[in-house]
């Protein structure tokens, strides 16, 4: 009798795991992919370098030419711990680093919109496009 009830334990913790891989194949709404794009506004011929990376991913280094943006996706961590971070420069020595995403900021996440963060360089420093509202909220220098 006990080895009955351990084999249906397992059949469901299979069952179960089945159905979480099969649903993380999909693009289900509990864990859609979020984007993340980087777009070059500043003034000049310069190129935007951008880099970014997150613990377990090197995005490598990307040239931005005018009115362009360099955008990637993922699909965050169930446990709530994704966290990129990124690199610009505008073509001088100027450099901002910053989170372009993380979980655990309940602040930067409420001005994300349905998980897609639009980072704009602009001549005077780093923005966060918020669509909804039609601003541009100034982020760093």
């Known amino acids: 009798?006990?080895?009955?009830?351990?084999?249906?334990?397992?059949?469901?913790?299979?069952?179960?795991?089945?159905?979480?891989?099969?649903?993380?194949?999909t693009d289900a709404s509990w864990w859609a992919y979020t984007h993340?794009?980087?777009v070059?506004?500043?003034?000049?011929?310069?190129?935007?370098?951008?880099?970014c990376k997150s613990k377990d991913d090197n995005m490598g280094t990307h040239w931005v030419g005018p009115k362009s943006e360099y955008e990637w996706r993922f699909r965050p961590s169930i446990f709530g711990n994704t966290l990129f971070w990124?690199?610009?420069?505008?073509?001088?020595?100027?450099?901002?680093?910053?989170?372009?995403y993380?979980?655990?900021d309940?602040?930067?996440y409420d001005r994300v919109y349905m998980d897609n963060s639009y980072?704009?360089?602009?001549?005077?420093?780093?923005?966060l496009r918020q669509f909804w509202k039609g601003i541009?909220?100034?982020?760093?220098?």
């Not at 351990?6 to 469901?12: C, E, F």
């Not at 070059?40 to 880099?51: D, I, P, W």
């Not at 610009?88 to 989170?99: F, L, N, P, T």
Request: net charge negative.
């Open 1 to 25: 009798m006990r080895s009955g009830a351990a084999m249906a334990t397992v059949a469901v913790w299979l069952s179960l795991a089945a159905a979480v891989a099969s649903a993380a194949n």
């Open 36 to 38: 993340v794009r980087v």
């Open 40 to 51: 070059k506004e500043f003034s000049g011929g310069r190129m935007l370098t951008v880099h």
């Open 86 to 100: 990124c690199h610009v420069w505008k073509g001088d020595d100027s450099q901002i680093v910053y989170d372009a």
């Open 102 to 104: 993380y979980a655990g």
């Open 106 to 108: 309940d602040k930067l």
């Open 119 to 127: 980072w704009v360089v602009k001549d005077d420093g780093l923005y």
């Open 136 to 141: 541009d909220v100034f982020f760093h220098h």
